[in-house]
């Protein structure tokens, strides 16, 4: 016996390309080979908790226009929110979920009370993943929703919010690992600042590298085998977040010695906002061997902050699954919809069509960017223009062989005068054209 929130709506369909039915795919046919491996393999898409069943509509000038049955602080309506979500999953053939802490719980008064009701609420969902085959794709704390926060988590001022944000860690990385989630997410909630006039930089970095080395430890301690993964984010919620984008990421890994530890869970949204490309994010994560999970949800372009919305741009997705393929594809990773429904999308069926829009839309961007890899449309190019190092004396300058003394003497001796070569840009952006 189900909920009846979705009412009739039965398990959604892959019914192709010509169908006008919003209630099908019409390009994400899960079993469909691509590369070699199932479309829902390569896609490993998951639904994130809190845009989906939890954020209730607001805006800075408006309450709730989302009037779930379940918004109460309560087990019951706890529960009834998993008994939906969990339909919601199988309505839609999403293999993964992903979830807060405090989004599937309710908010206790203090430590022990968010514990217990944190462990009733994993027991239940322990119980629904058996049923229904649904997984976890990763698990995190939100160190950022409750006013102890407002100063930071790992970086507050504070002591006391540091040590209640370690514990709190510990019990949603248990959590994660009980219910045998692939990854482990932290996202600098506001990990970051408003002035420097009233913080230390120096000192909260250090606290963020201690913090983050906690996690690790703990994590070889109880042999928990997912991953870690940051996820970046340049702006918002604090004025100046640390964790910035993949480079500055990458940095703060190696400061604190945790580069070969924590990889990255990076979302559409926040590269934008950090001025980069999607593809730039993902690319440079590939280049540092850290690339971890994405978040697939977009920004609207002029807006300047993270709007969270379903993707709906085939070329730019074609791009971004080119860079997930080329470095090899997810392994603990997938494609987690951190996006949420317009405010006007009261329906309890604009939530499948959000969905079902957005993985149609991946699905066809994977399916370009197979191809393009395929037919090396990109990448045969690309090898050209980097052809002269496979040379002995390129090799050599790479490698070490030569010193600078020595580069001058081959340039002098062999009469190096190199010619400019044109980079082919709007080439390659027909052929990208002729994939989309
Ligand atoms: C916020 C982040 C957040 C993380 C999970 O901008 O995207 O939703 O994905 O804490
Ligand atoms: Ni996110
Ligand atoms: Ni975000």
Known sequence: MGTGFFGTIEKIKFEGPASANPLAYRHYNPDEVVMGKRMEDHLRFAVAYWHTFVWPGTDPFGGNTFERPWF????????????????????????????????????????????RNLNEIVDYFAGKQAETGVKLLWGTANLFSHRRYMSGAATNPDPDVFAFAAATVKTCLDATMKLGGENYVLWGGREGYETLLNTNLKH????AGRFLNLVVEYKHKIGYKGAILIEPKPQEPTKHQYDYDVATVFAFLQKYGLEKEVKLNIEQGHAILAGHTFEHELALANAYGVFGSIDMNRNDYQSGWDTDQFPNNVPEMAL??????????????????DAKLRRQSIDPEDLLIGHIGGMDCCARGLKAAAGMLEDKALSGPLDERYAGWKQTEARKMLDGGFSLEEIEGWVLNSNVNPLPKSGKQEMLENIVNRYV
């Open 72 to 115: 109460a602080n309560t087990m019951e309506a706890a529960k009834l929110k998993a008994d939906v979500a969990f339909e919601f999953f199988q309505l839609l053939g999403t293999p993964y979920y992903c979830f807060h802490d405090a989004d599937v719980r309710p908010e206790g008064n203090n430590f022990a009370e968010n514990t």
């Open 204 to 207: 909260e970095m250090d606290q």
């Open 320 to 337: 971004a699954y080119y860079q997930v393929l080329a470095g090899g594809g997810f392994t603990s990773g997938g494609t987690n919809f």
